[in-house]
């Protein structure tokens, strides 16, 4: 049946192109979808790196079911529901030690947005309300609520909204030209993590709240952190009192072979926030994780009968976002997801490297079950991108694409013959010299 497309407003979206050529999925199951016509289309990019556990577990929807009968919505203001606090516990218990107490959102955006003003408030109760300054990353993402734009990095994302963004100071990148086709931790990079100490040199450390990074940079391309650049980030965040928060919005749940990435690479963030996978994309729903003590200093900090924290939204700790999340979480659990990806990452990593020699590719990078695929530019920034991913989907696969980086990231469901397939496809298209 023809579908009546004038009324909805697309996201990060080409509304006029996607009008001329709509690109639709009506369902899914696995790492597959398929179109309202019926077709195939092997998913490379989790969804949005959203379905770790692949599409149409039947064990969340049962949860989601029964839960939705049982209590459909309850406030979280001055109110609560027992089982946000049964998925705070569970969820603690595959954090990194001392990140025990969780804030509930709906979004990653929510969640950074959360974190800042998380940060703020621990400042202010700890006696420091000058810390108001933050510090991230030149191509950070980190979701697009006012807080998020402030912090991006990518000129995509800000240029349009400069009037409204927040103080911010951004560190430098660490990709470079001779990291061309590294596979994991470029060797070469950490002395990048000094440009927070000449930050601190500069603007003073103690007006400084917060600095902000992905672990591993994912929307700009899968840009992995050098060796010891994560730990000498800790170091001076540590030597000036400011909080290290890890946005693994994206890097959480499994995708880099440990739950999370700041488990995988040693380093212990003060903040992290987390959303996506955390219900398999099921439904909306977000988190941030603090130390213990970042919570207690905040709470203790108030005396009157009033929030310590004057912060919130209507669907925090949505019960059924909440049911959503323990099933996926009992789904990693029980099929040993995260075990399975860090097993099969050495097999996905050699598909991504058989791609070196197209003609369309003029980067590799990858950790884990996340990839970058850099393309050769179009004559406009993006539109090679752009061209590539929806060469893709006419071929059989979905990928992300940002500007003109693919992001590939399976689901760690994903069988070795899934992932040779999806490869197959990328061959096919990157291999394309007049593609344009």
Sequence with gaps: MPVNMDHHWLPFSNNRLFHAEPQMFESAKGVKYWTPEGREVLDGSSGLFTCAAGHGRSEIAEAV???????????????????????????????????????????????????????????????????????????????????????????????????????????????????RYTRGQPEDGAHLADDLEAICQTYGGETIAAVFVEPIAGSIGTIVPPVGYLKRLREIADKYGILLVFDEVITGFGRTGAAFASQEFGVTPDVMTMAKALTNGAIPMSAVAVKTEIQTRVIQSITADRPELMHGYTYSAHPVACAAALATLKIYEDDRLFERGKALSDTFLDLVYSLRNLPQVTDLRGYGMMSGIQLKPGAAPGEKGSIVQRRLFDEGLHVKATGDALIFAPALVSTEEELTQMTAILQKTLGDAELA
Aim: aromatic letters at 10%.
């Design 65 to 179: 079911y029964e839960q939705i009968q049982k209590l459909d919505y309850t406030p979280h203001f001055q109110r609560a529901a027992p089982i946000s606090f049964e998925l705070a516990e569970k969820l603690s218990g595959l954090l990194p030690e001392g990140l025990d107490r969780i804030f509930f959102a709906s979004s990653g955006s929510e969640a950074v947005d959360s974190a800042i003003k998380i940060c703020l408030a621990y400042h202010k109760a700890n006696g420091d309300p000058q810390r108001t300054k933050l510090v991230s990353r030149a191509w950070g993402y980190h979701g697009v609520n006012l807080g998020g734009t402030s912090l991006a990095g990518m000129v995509g994302n800000r240029r349009d909204f400069g009037g409204i963004t927040c103080d911010v100071v951004h560190m430098r990148h660490t990709w470079n030209e001779d990291q």
